[in-house]
């Protein structure tokens, strides 16, 4: 049984990896207004839990729907984390940190819809903050890839699996 | 290093490799631990895996429904027994060699019983050590190796008054939402405990940025209710016990509800209204005291389970468990009446991802890990810290029992705590209160 991989037109991976890097540099370099714009204004912005589980019980090993999650956030509400960061005084973020967004292993599929997308990616972010704190996050981002009236790609749906169990940094003043 | 009765606590207690390990020894097995919320086990067979202080803990529903605490560690070996965070098993295998335990501990079975131990090796004699009291307060399950220990509801005391203001609100008690924040943080536990049993007043400059998140766009005002509160009137309370809650509003406070401010979001107008339509239920239950006050307030219960209940929108439980001097995991759940209709338990759940988990705990943590790097030096550790406070306020209150501080904000509850942390961490018998 070999691997089926999607075929995908070279134009609409290249269109989507280049999103995806400009997305990247636009976290790295705080610009987070410019940043919540490419997210549509349904959008949701979800980091589900992760337990240790028991292999039979292995299904269960990411948290649902209603339950506690460590993002859950509409456009609205992701819209107070932007506010907050861009704030002189939320202190985990004043001085900044210096952070670098890295995203691979794209996967793209049609969605339901004409011109949705379900596009995956794996990244890792590296966290250096004040002298000598170092957080490495590593992960899979889900996402729903809709295109707007002017054809410009939005993000109306990111699930985000953290690949962690106890999160080993201090906070999650950062986006993914 | 505890000079409670001056208000002067020396750094070092707070990055000492010694005194971590007193802890570990003399405060942790000795004080009742918070294990789980017996919604989490809600049928035979169901588990999950926590701490008391740096050991190892499964609690297991039982068959009769009763509920065990093992030391999660194998006889034989001192493997972790069970490796999952929580599920459903009827027994518990070791990995190491195969030592199998029943829920309630026992050892059912081991390889090699006859070949290898030629029948003598007593299986009753071999079961997971149980921790010898487990005992529930409406819904939360604690533990205590200690013997001579009071009983839960005796070391709860006047806390339980309090407590009942999120437990007890209605008839079938509260639930935990599905799902745990763990968060690996910088600093000494005892930084986030005593912040939880008295410190109001770093919630307007810790927490300000939450204003700036919430500030109205149009208005480039923030809302009324958060940025009044530290000027609003309430009391602070605290226990002989060590427990304690920083500072919660009073009836008359100006504020109706802290529970959620609707100008902040339609989620937080969704659970305003429901604590204002079921406040007579709650004041048939629990008096019109509790119905109106203490309910909105954050609070401690000694030495590491923290509340935060009917704040803006949700209500969170907490424990903080000790990594080492220099770090603590911070365990979180969201928790609700039972009771509640399902639209307002979803608006909850909602509140609660952005408030107080979304924009309030980055802060803290970087204000924890910025006292343990404060703390990094012998100079600064020799320091004498000002816990002075509104020395000399606490009195009796008509209404609210234990010792309580005619203001929201004040440093009693935290002189308090180190008084009977001090209690525990010098005394070679239980630490009992004359």
Not at chain 2, 198 to 212: E, K, P
Not at chain 2, 325 to 336: A, S, V
């Amino acid at each position: 049984m070999g691997i089926k991989a999607t075929k995908v037109a070279p134009e609409l991976q290249l269109e989507i990896e280049q999103y995806y890097y400009r997305e990247a540099e636009l976290l790295d370099d705080h610009r987070y207004a410019e940043w919540l714009d490419l997210f549509s204004s349904d959008a949701r912005y979800w980091m589900p839990t992760r337990s240790n589980r028991l292999l039979r019980e292995h299904d269960k090993e990411v948290s649902v729907e209603g339950e506690f999650a460590l993002f859950d956030d509409n456009k609205k509400t992701l819209g107070w984390r932007v506010k907050q960061m861009e704030s002189l005084t939320h202190w985990a973020e004043n001085p900044r940190s210096r952070t670098r967004h890295l995203v691979s292993n794209v996967r793209i599929a049609p969605a339901k819809s004409v011109g949705e997308y379900e596009a995956k990616s794996n990244f890792i972010c590296y966290r250096n903050r004040l002298s000598d704190e170092v957080d490495i996050w590593v992960g899979e981002r889900t996402d729903l890839l809709r295109r707007d009236d002017e054809q410009e790609l939005r993000i109306a749906r990111r699930k985000i699996l953290l690949d962690q169990n106890v999160v080993l940094s201090k906070n999650l003043s950062v986006f993914f | 290093m505890v000079d409670w009765e001056h208000g002067l606590i020396t750094g070092r207690i707070f990055t000492d490799d010694e005194i971590y390990k007193q802890e570990a020894e003399k405060l942790f097995p000795r004080a009742w631990i918070y294990l789980a919320h017996e919604d989490q086990l809600k049928n035979y067979g169901d588990f999950l895996t926590t701490y008391i202080g740096a050991d190892r803990i499964l609690v297991v529903r039982q068959r009769d429904g009763s509920i065990k605490a093992l030391l999660n560690a194998c006889r034989h070996r001192g493997m972790t027994v069970c490796r999952a965070d929580l599920g459903n098993a009827k027994s518990f295998l070791c990995s190491f060699h195969g030592w199998t335990y029943d829920s309630a501990g026992n050892l059912i079975s081991a390889p090699n019983l006859d070949s290898g131990y030629h029948g003598q090796l007593d299986k009753s004699q071999w079961g997971l050590v149980a921790v010898p009291r487990v005992e529930t307060y409406k819904g939360l399950i604690f533990g205590c190796f200690a013997p001579d220990a009071p009983s839960l509801l005796d070391y709860l005391g006047e806390m339980a008054w309090y407590l009942d203001c999120l437990l007890d609100r209605r008839e079938g008690g509260t639930e935990v939402i599905g799902g745990v924040h763990k968060m690996r943080t910088r600093g000494n536990w005892k930084l986030a405990a005593e912040q939880f049993a008295g410190d109001n007043y770093h919630a307007i400059m810790t927490h300000v940025s939450v204003r700036d998140a919430w500030a109205d766009p149009q208005a480039h005002k923030a809302p009324a209710g958060f940025s009044k509160v530290m000027t609003l009137s309430g009391r602070q309370f605290s226990s002989r016990q060590g427990h304690g809650m920083p500072g919660f509003l009073l009836k008359n406070s100006g504020v109706p509800s802290f529970s959620g401010d609707p100008s902040i979001s339609e989620d937080q107008g969704i659970v305003a209204d429901y604590y204002k339509s079921t406040r007579n239920e709650v004041a048939n239950r629990l008096g019109a005291d509790r119905a109106d006050g203490p309910a909105d307030g954050a609070g401690l219960v000694f030495p590491n389970f923290a509340f935060l209940s009917g704040v803006l929108g949700s209500s969170t439980i907490a424990v903080f468990q000790p990594k080492g001097p220099h770090l603590f995991d911070h365990w979180r759940w969201g928790i609700m009446d039972k009771a509640a209709p399902k639209a307002v338990k979803e608006a909850m759940v909602r509140c609660l991802h952005v408030w107080p988990i979304g924009v309030a705990d980055a802060d803290d943590g970087e204000n924890w890990g910025g006292i343990q790097a404060g703390l990094g030096g012998p100079m600064a550790q020799s320091l004498k810290l000002n816990y002075q406070m509104g020395m000399g306020t606490e009195g009796v209150d008509p209404v609210y029992p234990g010792t309580v501080v005619p203001n929201m904000t004040c440093e009693f509850a935290q002189r308090q705590f180190y008084r009977r942390w001090l209690e525990y961490m010098t005394s070679e018998s239980w630490p009992a209160i004359d």
